[in-house]
């Protein structure tokens, strides 16, 4: 059975993840979730940690230098790490009045106890999916709890989500990742989303995207295309701000033409059972062939294949029943180009 908690919301979930690009500024990330809101986002997530319990001070930068010069993961993140339970707290509060959903994805054990009362569900970074005290102090929550699989094997994905289950985790969705900051358009392997989808048929797919945004927000929209229910991309205030996650990150312009696209795309695909709709009805009425008299047909005459012929309008006998016709005699004269009806028949 599929998770329910992002089946109950919109479809795509879209998660702007603030992250750390509000620079530790309580008015720019509250600036940022009321964008992200106008912007037509059904979450906002940021990324709770304290340098200390991530990273070593020797721990090597695996970003493009050439946008984040910082050479160390523990310099970089120790710029952005100062709120705290109290920060948190107020931003949940901010996203409720403001209508959108809060969350973060905690790092370390701590930070999932102080968040644990104010997000509705946890996200898991992808290099924590073997992060076994992080998933198992996550799944003892018992909240919805997303999962990104960059660099990962199937088989660490299926070990992930069987500690989550273990430990308590009921509602758990996966989402497809590139774990390169940016992500290459070339390297982005949506394909993977079908993968996942075939693998994990019982859970929820999605997108965690990292590529740099174009005008059309190709990324997004063909994940969502093939099949991605939530997507969540780096969010923030002016892309031309140098460093951390902002140059691969889409601004509120970006995210105002993805759910504009996504409302067209989604009016394009319509309906997944196939049948005829409602405009469809008066096409089938008179686009359709009905059974005619190519030729005279007398009174008492048996009907053969050359006094019939199948026109335009469908208003009389269908076609298909063209060989219950044969052999049938005629109870009045027929003129040619008229409608064979059933009472003309016996």
């Not at 989402?175 to 993977?192: D, F, Q």
Request: aromatic share 10%.
């Amino acid at each position: 059975m599929k998770n329910n908690f992002f089946q109950k919301l919109a479809k795509p979930f879209v998660i702007a993840e603030i992250g750390v690009n509000h620079e530790c500024s309580l008015a720019k990330a509250k600036k940022m979730i009321l964008l992200a809101k106008k912007g037509g986002a059904s979450a906002v997530k940021f990324q709770t940690y304290k340098a200390e319990k991530l990273a070593s001070k020797n721990s090597p930068a695996y970003w493009d230098r050439n946008e984040e010069k910082t050479k160390s993961q523990f310099e970089l993140f120790k710029k952005y790490d100062k709120f705290g339970p109290r920060e948190y707290k107020m931003l949940y509060n901010f996203c409720k009045k403001n209508h959108i959903i809060f969350t973060s994805t905690p790092f370390d054990e701590d930070s999932v106890k102080s968040l644990k009362n104010f997000v509705p569900f946890f996200k898991i970074a992808s290099a924590d999916i073997n992060n076994l005290p992080l998933l198992r102090c996550v799944a003892k929550t018992k909240k919805p709890v997303l999962i990104s699989t960059g660099a990962s094997k199937v088989w660490e994905i299926k070990n992930a989500v069987n500690i989550l289950k273990k430990f308590g985790s009921k509602d758990i969705s996966i989402m497809h990742c590139i774990l390169n900051y940016p992500t290459k358009s070339i390297n982005a392997n949506l394909g993977m989303i079908k993968n996942l989808k075939k693998l994990f048929p019982d859970y929820v797919i999605g997108y965690s995207d990292h590529t740099l945004p174009d005008k059309n927000m190709t990324s997004l929209l063909f994940a969502f295309l093939i099949g991605a229910e939530i997507l969540e991309k780096h969010f923030t205030i002016n892309k031309k701000i140098k460093g951390n996650d902002h140059y691969h990150s889409m601004d509120f312009r970006d995210l105002m033409i993805f759910k504009s696209l996504v409302n067209i795309y989604r009016q394009k695909i319509g309906n997944n059972e196939k049948k005829p709709i409602k405009s469809e009805l008066k096409s089938i009425k008179f686009a359709r062939r009905s059974v005619y008299s190519k030729k005279n047909i007398y009174k008492g005459e048996k009907i053969k294949s050359e006094h019939l012929i199948c026109k335009r309008p469908g208003i009389g006998i269908n076609p298909l029943f063209w060989d219950k016709i044969i052999g049938k005699k005629a109870k009045r004269d027929i003129l040619p180009d008229k409608l064979v009806q059933w009472k003309h028949l016996s």
